[in-house]
């Protein structure tokens, strides 16, 4: 059966999944004593190659939140970029957990499509189950966006969801729907294709770019294990890594260096400080800061 799903183009992921569901209920009827031994645990599934998680640039980033300066969810992809909510948990966010007096934004419930419909479930996690602070960009653009809200309401006949984003009619956002839109918007703001979630691990790089503490951002975006987020998300730049190879090949020349060669490494520990303080200043004159806790 694994066999079949792999020659009909099934993603690895999936058949990963199917074989750990089939081993896990085969392992519950040996020890209720239903059928013979579990041969499923004795078969092995190729692990699904890591892909790469792409990033923007703070120079991107920036692109894109001006691109959607004119857009009414404009709001929605600040919280995505500077607090790297998934897209269930944007979409389902109410406004009862955003506290703009005290500066906090929880995560309490997320919005699924299902063969029902659309349903809100509560966070699956203790981990994904989080109260961040918010970044004065963030609450900006939140007060902004009620503003805006209540002015929809006044034309419609707004349904009492309590949601943050909502359509036009006050309606639950259809996720695809919104992966649309992003999708628009990215080709508008002429930063490439890329997917609504990589803003999420947009904000994760940036953060980590920022010298905060990994674990630090793995409570800010509700990761389960710190391995996630330094695995998985961990983005160095290209140009970044050949500073450092160049700054270890210059200072490692010989055993004892002579005056020339320190001056050299020394010159490169203040480039790469240089640049590690511009991003810095970048980012946070855009509001691109991370939030203190």
Same mark, same amino acid.
């Given at each position: ?47 699904? $190659? ?19 300066? +004119?857009? *009414? ?35 309490? $419930? ?9 349903? !809100?479930?509560?966070?699956?996690? &203790? ?17 902004? &966006? ?18 943050? !984003?909502?359509?036009? *009619? ?11 839109? !992003? ?9 490439? *294709?890329? $997917?609504?979630?990589?803003? *999420? &691990? ?8 920022? +010298? ?82």
């Amino acid at each position: 059966m694994l066999d079949d799903l792999g020659t009909t183009g099934k993603r690895p992921r999936l058949v990963q999944y199917v074989h750990a569901t089939l081993r896990a209920a085969l392992e519950h009827a040996v020890r209720e004593e239903l059928v013979a031994p579990n041969l499923a645990g004795l078969v092995q599934v190729p692990r699904p $190659q890591r892909t790469e998680r792409k990033a923007l640039s703070v120079e991107d980033a920036k692109t894109l939140l001006k691109a959607a300066a +004119g857009d *009414r969810l404009h709001a929605l992809y600040v919280v995505v970029l500077l607090l790297g909510l998934r897209r269930s948990e944007v979409t389902g966010l109410r406004w009862r957990d955003v506290d703009l007096a005290a500066g906090t934004l929880t995560v309490r $419930q997320t919005l699924h499509r299902t063969s029902e419909g659309l349903v !809100f479930l509560p966070s699956k996690t &203790h981990r994904s189950r989080r109260t961040v602070p918010l970044p004065a960009a963030v609450a900006a653009a939140l007060r902004r &966006h009620e503003s805006q809200q209540r002015d929809e309401r006044a034309r419609v006949d707004w349904p009492d969801t309590d949601l943050v !984003f909502t359509t036009p *009619r006050g309606t639950p956002i259809e996720p695809r729907n919104l992966s649309r839109m !992003f999708g628009d918007l990215t080709d508008r703001a002429g930063v490439g *294709r890329v $997917q609504l979630h990589e803003l *999420r &691990h947009t904000c994760v790089s940036l953060l980590l770019a920022l +010298g905060v503490h990994p674990r630090v951002v793995m409570e800010i975006v509700g990761h389960t294990a710190i391995e996630m987020t330094m695995n998985v998300y961990g983005h160095v730049a290209l140009d970044t890594q050949r500073e450092a190879l160049a700054g270890w090949t210059i200072c490692s020349a010989t055993r004892r260096p002579d005056v020339a060669v320190t001056d050299r490494c020394q010159q490169h520990r203040s480039r790469n400080t240089a640049r590690a303080s511009g991003l810095v200043r970048d980012a946070r004159s855009e509001g691109l800061e991370p939030p203190t806790s």
